[in-house]
């Protein structure tokens, strides 16, 4: 009986009626190497379908599940490589947590799969290799908008651009910020501060200087018992004499603790001053001597602080002309010498000036047919004589004030060239 039921046995065994075995939900098959290759089971995330468990030989790790709610189906690819069915997210499944895939979850045998979660119909790569970019996608969610630079319009939303990026071009131009304490027209502000300077100088002797010299913002003070302490004494000597023609640049003169004696000279003829700026006025600041009807003395730029009189004294014939200056705290900026024992008709023309704390702006002799020509004034505050008119003597008087205000003849601007802030 026994020897009988042999044959028939063996070619049951051919036939591949063996017996069937059952393998617990979850667990691999330990004999199965096509199982090994896909992972535990090939089971995607929820929602995700089940990969063959017959395809895929070779494939990676990438058999695990992603993370709860993981969108795409992590099963290893199908026969011939190709993603099994189901790889494409299952409705709602959009990333888990943080938008990573949990361990493993790349796709198995190199079948990367498509941006944001679409099934991948590549093969799958010889010896079964991981897909590059096989991990989920964080959530393929439209970019945030772009940064919005300060004041700037954002970008529209960003495309749903590869990977999530943002969309190009969300910033803005830069915004010009206003200065501290207002910004007048000149650009400077009215709590504008004297400048930092890069080196220090003490002088006992007036330096005379002629053709062009820039000093590239050192600071110079007068020793003061050789020139000057900086006081309303009228026999103070200047710390720079220009000669005619002469350019003097980027300079400070004077300031806390340092004497600016009685400031820059120009007595030859034409002069030039460039942002030159003057800490603690003495008794003047600027002084605009010489002879010739036709000598202009420019002053662009810089500023000056702390006068107890007058910054800019003009006792020559002449025009001087005020651009782009910063005065802070003073009696008046310009004044026409009003009782010089010789007189002349004398011009000053202001454009862009900022002025803080100063009582009168400019000081002329009306009877000399002096003029004062102001535009784009900026007044920090206070009340400011804009423009005021003298009767002046050759005798060394006091001059008397006959009035003050625009007019046709010697106070020549409007009220539309002053800003007060």
Not at 9 to 36: I, N, W
Not at 127 to 148: D, E, H, I, L, N
């Amino acid at each position: 009986m026994f020897k009988s039921a042999l044959p028939i046995l063996f070619l049951c065994c051919l036939a591949g009626c063996s017996e069937s075995t059952t393998t617990p939900v979850g667990q691999a098959d330990a004999a199965s190497p096509r199982h090994d290759a896909l992972g535990a089971g090939g089971a995607s995330a929820l929602g995700g379908s089940v990969a063959s468990p017959s395809g895929g030989a070779g494939g990676g790790t990438g058999g695990l599940a992603t993370g709860t709610g993981g969108g795409l189906g992590s099963g290893g690819t199908g026969s011939g490589g190709s993603l099994a069915s189901g790889g494409a997210s299952s409705v709602g499944g959009t990333v888990g947590t943080g938008g990573a895939s949990s361990a493993g979850g790349k796709v198995g045998s190199g079948g990367a799969t498509s941006v944001a979660g679409s099934s991948g119909g590549s093969t799958a790569g010889q010896g079964g290799q991981s897909g590059t970019g096989g991990a989920t996608v964080p959530g393929g969610a439209p970019a945030s908008g772009g940064r919005s630079a300060s004041g700037g319009a954002t970008s529209s939303g960003g495309n749903n651009g590869n990977n999530g990026s943002g969309g190009s071009g969300g910033s803005t131009a830069k915004g010009g910020t206003t200065a501290s304490g207002g910004s007048s027209s000149t650009g400077l502000s009215c709590d504008t501060v004297l400048p930092t300077p890069t080196s220090k100088t003490t002088v006992s002797a007036t330096i005379n200087l002629s053709g062009t010299k820039d000093y590239g913002m050192q600071q110079f003070c007068a020793d003061p018992d050789k020139l000057g302490d900086g006081n309303q004494g009228e026999s103070q000597k200047p710390v720079f004499m220009l000669a005619a023609n002469a350019v003097l640049k980027n300079v400070i003169i004077g300031g806390s603790g340092c004497s600016a004696a009685d400031g820059v000279h120009c007595e030859s003829g034409s002069c030039t001053l460039e942002n030159v700026w003057f800490g603690d006025v003495g008794e003047d600041a600027i002084s605009f001597k010489g002879s010739n009807a036709s000598q202009v003395m420019t002053i662009t730029g810089g500023g000056a602080f702390a006068a107890s009189d007058k910054v800019i004294q003009h006792n020559g014939p002449g025009t001087i002309k005020i651009s782009n200056f910063y005065v802070n705290t003073a009696g008046k900026l310009y004044r026409s010498c009003g009782n010089c024992g010789t007189q002349y008709a004398r011009h000053v023309v202001m454009d862009h000036i900022t002025a803080k704390s100063v009582k009168w702006l400019a000081g002329i002799n009306s009877n000399y047919n002096d003029t004062a020509t102001l535009t784009h004034i900026t007044i920090c505050g206070d009340s400011t004589v804009i423009c005021e008119k003298y009767t002046g003597n050759d005798s060394g008087d006091e001059p008397t004030t006959i009035g003050s205000g625009p007019d046709s003849k010697n106070c020549l601007y409007s009220t539309s060239d002053i800003t007060t802030l």
